[in-house]
């Protein structure tokens, strides 16, 4: 069966250090990989997605980048954290077409707050 | 434009009470996916179910039942007997087949339920 690997579950970082969170998923090949933040309140918003090993797509100007080294590995980094950063990030892995199997499935989050 | 409208953002209900979360939701493709995920406090997203736009026969599962209805694009989710465990965020989202390779997710509704 398919399982994705979120860590830290919880991560408290001062301003301007620098981040990094991985998301991994075991079972399935060739997954589209994304990252959503939610922050204070509840909606969800999508970063950044691959749909394959280097192609990142982001969905909205931030000071977070996105890697994909290998086919099941989807790194959230950042250089220099600001207080607009903190939130809870999710990854998710899909099938190619979300519509096939049960669309997403995300993994457990990381609360980030930066102080 | 917002592809997906859940107009409720907090519903409160006391025990054993019916509640019925709306979701709206608008797109051009003919075939698409509506999905209703489930976020507990932990935060992780679960996953309740997944409707194609050309099977709108209605679905119950245990005291969960879902109400599609193209005619109004319309994918309504009602709890019957209500619980306190049913107290969560619940996020209707859609995918249309034409570009599967994201979700657009409603800005939830948070459930209580009041013992």
């Known amino acids: 069966s398919q399982t994705i690997h979120q860590w830290p579950a919880t991560l408290v970082q001062p301003v301007g250090s620098p981040l990094s969170l991985e998301c991994t998923v075991e079972?399935?090949?060739?997954?589209?990989l994304y990252w959503y933040r939610q922050a204070a309140g509840r909606g969800l918003q999508l970063l950044f997605y691959?749909?394959?090993?280097?192609?990142i797509s982001s969905e909205v100007p931030q000071n977070l980048s996105a890697s994909r080294p290998q086919d099941r590995q989807f790194i959230l980094s950042s250089k220099k954290l600001l207080l607009s950063d903190s939130g809870f990030y999710l990854c998710?892995?899909?099938?190619?077409?979300?519509?096939?199997?049960?669309?997403?499935?995300f993994g457990s989050g990381t609360r980030l707050t930066v102080v | 434009a917002q592809k997906v409208t859940q107009a409720q953002t907090e519903i409160s209900v006391v025990e054993k009470e019916d509640v019925t979360l709306d979701c709206v939701y608008e797109?051009?493709?003919?075939?698409?996916?509506l999905f209703w995920y489930k976020q507990p406090p932990s935060g992780e997203l679960v996953f309740l179910i997944r409707?194609?736009?050309?099977?709108?026969q209605n679905e119950i599962s245990g005291r969960y039942s879902w109400n599609f209805q193209k005619s109004t694009s319309s994918f309504n989710f009602t709890i019957t007997a209500s619980q306190v465990v049913d107290s969560a965020v619940y996020f209707c989202?859609?995918?249309?087949?034409?570009?599967?390779?994201?979700?657009?997710f409603g800005t939830g509704t948070s459930l209580t339920v009041i013992p």
């Open positions: 797109t051009r493709d003919t075939t698409y996916y």
């Open positions: 998710a892995w899909s099938a190619h077409r979300t519509g096939q199997g049960r669309g997403y499935t």
């Open positions: 989202a859609l995918s249309e087949a034409y570009t599967g390779n994201q979700f657009y």
């Open positions: 691959s749909v394959g090993i280097g192609q």
């Open positions: 409707r194609n736009s050309f099977d709108e």
């Open positions: 079972g399935t090949s060739n997954p589209n």
